[in-house]
């Protein structure tokens, strides 16, 4: 079974709506990474979490882990074209490194 | 501070040739990683190196290979290419603490090969 499980799969909204991806961990995380890669390119670093309850901003994009550091979620506020691509959730289980399934966000004009 | 660097950026090559790709982690990682993210799929591992060392691998046949440098480069070579192979090769480098646990955890840009 997956360790790292994302939701939505996909996602298509409205350009200048909100949107949040949320991502879920069986184990406990040492640390949980997001990225986004937009298609056929490499990855884009966007956040690291590390502290159960840590939260952190990055333009319109904020990462929250909760306090048992086992979900995470991602939250775009009124998302622009450019938020378009593949969100990807990523974490350290101590020697491994897993990455969750990914969700692809559209937006539309 | 200069990041992941991979190269080449874009890789041609035919049936059954070797490609040999290279990644040099950042400055004071001992870890390098090797994805493959093949056309609409998830990323999927590849091999690990530190210190030197392979520590893990992942579901890949043998010509899948590889190395790490004393400087802590890499290379990844793939022998007998296939056209299943072309695929964005992505690097990302760490460090691992004595605990085992990877961090710091960085991706380059990746390689782009294209089998023909």
């Known amino acids: 079974s997956q360790e790292l499980e994302q939701s939505p799969q996909s996602l298509i909204v409205q350009e200048g709506k909100n949107l949040t991806i949320n991502c879920t961990s069986s184990?406990?995380?040492?640390?949980l990474y997001w990225y986004k890669q937009k298609y056929g390119e490499g990855l884009i670093f966007l956040m690291m979490l590390q502290k159960g309850g840590e939260e952190k901003s990055h333009e319109k994009i904020t990462a929250k882990l909760d306090e048992k550091k086992q979900q995470s979620s991602l939250h775009i506020t009124a998302s622009q074209p450019s938020h378009a691509g593949i969100y990807l959730c990523?974490?350290?289980?101590?020697?491994?490194?897993?990455f969750g399934p990914g969700t692809r966000l559209s937006a539309l004009p | 501070e200069a990041g992941v660097t991979q190269s080449p950026t874009h890789l041609i090559k035919t049936r059954g040739q070797q490609a040999t790709l290279r990644c040099s982690p950042i400055s004071g990682h001992t870890s390098v990683y090797w994805y493959q993210q093949a056309l609409g799929l998830g990323l999927q591992f590849l091999l690990w190196y530190d210190e030197g060392e392979e520590r893990n691998r992942g579901n890949f046949p043998p010509r899948f290979s590889g190395r790490q440098f004393p400087n802590y480069s890499s290379e990844l070579n793939v022998n007998a290419l296939e056209l299943e192979d072309s695929a964005l090769y992505l690097c990302a480098s760490s460090l691992t603490l004595g605990t085992g646990v990877a961090w710091g955890y960085t991706f380059g840009s990746g390689t782009r090969l294209t089998v023909v």
């Open positions: 184990k406990t995380l040492y640390g």
């Open positions: 990523g974490a350290n289980y101590g020697q491994n490194f897993v």
